[in-house]
């Protein structure tokens, strides 16, 4: 008498986002070798729910490449970086305003030390926060009584391109929330994994189903290869949580 072979359970929420995407999408691959016309016949898996299967694989890949790129994008990335070096070259040289070889331009710069101080440590703010940074700096150092001191150290066209540069981020970020905005209505990334999970543990139920009241070699076969996956995804985490010291 031959053992009895059923699905083995994954525990889905255990899995990191990017896990549980590269799941969906390798158990549709294994799923596709048995499909026929739209259904998985071996597996008496109906036509509905193989595409079920195929749109919610769908929506958990965009939901996980939209979740892996960063908060800001790599556009806005780039701008804000821009920004911060040089804001970061005008705080530098009028904070350690010794650096300027003339006698003169270390006086200017002295003179906007206490205006530039206060941004000394800008970095350690948020990407957000720096945007409000940069206009106050943008602000004190322009404000008359320096005028003179931003001439003599040749400061105004790292100004211009300071303010062109936070006015380029302000608008770049205005346009992503309003994209995030529209997407409000849409699915949450739990929704899609709940819908995920659930039509893989539709889909065992019928192989399983399969293999005890209609066997047939494709259906254990399919399974088995099923069961392989799911060690392999446990394997992989297991490997991760250990480089990752969890």
Not at 68 to 90: C, G, N, S
Not at 202 to 215: K, R
């Amino acid at each position: 008498m031959e053992p009895f072979i059923r699905t083995k359970d994954l525990v889905f929420y255990n899995l990191k986002q990017a896990s549980k995407s590269d799941f969906a999408m390798r158990y549709l691959r294994l799923v596709k070798k048995y499909q026929k016309e739209g259904a998985v016949p071996e597996l008496n898996v109906p036509k509905e729910v193989y595409d079920e299967l195929v749109e919610a694989v769908d929506a958990i890949t965009d939901a996980t490449n939209e979740s892996r790129a960063k908060t800001e994008t790599p556009e806005l990335q780039e701008v804000a970086a821009d920004r911060d070096r040089i804001m970061q070259w005008l705080v530098r040289q009028t904070v350690q305003y010794k650096l300027w070889p003339l006698e003169a331009e270390q006086e200017a710069a002295q003179r906007l030390q206490p205006v530039a101080a206060p941004y000394a440590k800008f970095y350690d703010e948020p990407m957000g926060q720096r945007y409000a940074l940069a206009n106050g700096l943008l602000l004190d150092f322009r404000k008359p009584e320096n005028k003179d001191y931003i001439t003599k150290l040749g400061y105004e066209p790292y100004l211009t391109e300071l303010e062109e540069l936070n006015t380029r981020y302000a608008t770049l970020k205005a346009r992503r929330s309003e994209k995030r905005t529209k997407k409000t209505n849409s699915p949450t990334t739990a929704e899609i994994n709940r819908r995920v999970e659930n039509v893989i543990k539709v889909i065992n139920s019928y192989a399983d189903a399969t293999v005890v009241l209609q066997p047939n070699e494709m259906a254990k076969k399919f399974v088995l290869e099923v069961n392989n996956l799911v060690e392999e995804i446990r394997l992989e985490r297991r490997k991760k949580g250990k480089t990752e010291g969890n």
